[in-house]
């Protein structure tokens, strides 16, 4: 399987919004379930919301009312858009890919396929 290659992150300001996508050829297209994950300095990787096969979505309480996740099957592409960002929101944002059999959604053990991460940096 090719890895998913995240981009999109960068430093911002508090207040701002981002939009992070993922390159995740030859997982969204089979029908693979993909989330999204981050992980800041010296915490562990939580997940923040995940996207199954029929677009049905499901999100972190941290990430409810602010991040938005959505995919384009005919480019393979996933998405998280971040609205309002907030220092706490600083860290290495990842993709991954899972067995849509697999379960539970956002735990981290789940997830068969990452990609490499893409760093969120926000200044207050």
């Known amino acids: 399987q090719v890895q998913p290659v995240e981009s999109g992150g960068g430093s911002v300001q508090a207040g701002g919004s981002l939009r992070l996508s993922c390159s995740a050829s030859?997982?969204?297209?089979?029908?693979?379930?993909m989330g999204w994950f981050r992980q800041a300095p010296g915490k562990q990787r939580e997940g923040v919301a995940d996207?199954?096969?029929?677009?049905?979505?499901t999100y972190s309480d941290s990430a409810k009312g602010r991040f938005i996740i959505s995919r384009d099957k005919a480019k393979d592409t996933l998405f998280l858009q971040i609205l309002g960002l907030k220092p706490e929101d600083t860290g290495m944002y990842y993709c991954?890919?899972?067995?849509?059999?697999?379960?539970?959604?956002?735990?981290?053990?789940?997830?068969?396929?990452w990609g490499q991460g893409t760093q969120v940096t926000v200044s207050s």
């Open positions: 991954a890919a899972r067995a849509c059999y697999h379960y539970p959604r956002l735990a981290p053990s789940t997830y068969l396929y």
């Open positions: 030859g997982y969204i297209g089979r029908n693979y379930c």
């Open positions: 996207i199954n096969a029929n677009g049905d979505t």
